[in-house]
């Protein structure tokens, strides 16, 4: 990548520290990187930047789940064509499904390697 090259901007949506360390360290030297820990401050820095991809756990503990953050994302019209990565530990049978549906465009089930990471953003921000 040349220096010339504008880095793409992807938001990673993640409470856990070591979830958000670990797609961080996955991504940062391709990619600039923001992070947030909860839905309030994700839809905050949504309002202050555009983001190019938007990786996003469904899972979020207390408050806003990243299924109530994609729907919000989603009806905007900065947002609308922005995709929206689900990355949960939930890999139930139909889950897939659910997640699709209710917004996001792709699914990767915790645990993932960082090549599945890659390719799953590669398809959705090619270079």
């Known amino acids: 990548m040349s220096e010339e090259t504008v880095k793409k901007k992807i938001l990673v949506v993640e409470d856990d520290e070591i979830s958000r360390d670990v797609l961080i360290l996955f991504l940062k030297n391709h990619f600039e990187i923001d992070e947030a820990r909860n839905g309030q401050t994700a839809l905050e820095k949504a309002d202050n930047n555009q983001y190019d991809l938007i990786l996003m756990d469904v899972n979020l503990g207390r408050g806003m789940t990243g299924l109530d953050i994609t729907k919000n994302l989603k009806q905007r019209p900065n947002y609308t064509n922005v995709p929206i ?43």
């Open 85 to 127: 990565i689900a990355i949960t530990a939930f890999a139930m049978k139909g889950d897939k499904e659910e997640f699709l549906q209710a917004g996001f465009d792709h699914y990767l089930a915790k645990p993932f390697t960082r090549e599945e990471l890659r390719a799953t953003i590669k398809k959705y921000l090619p270079q």
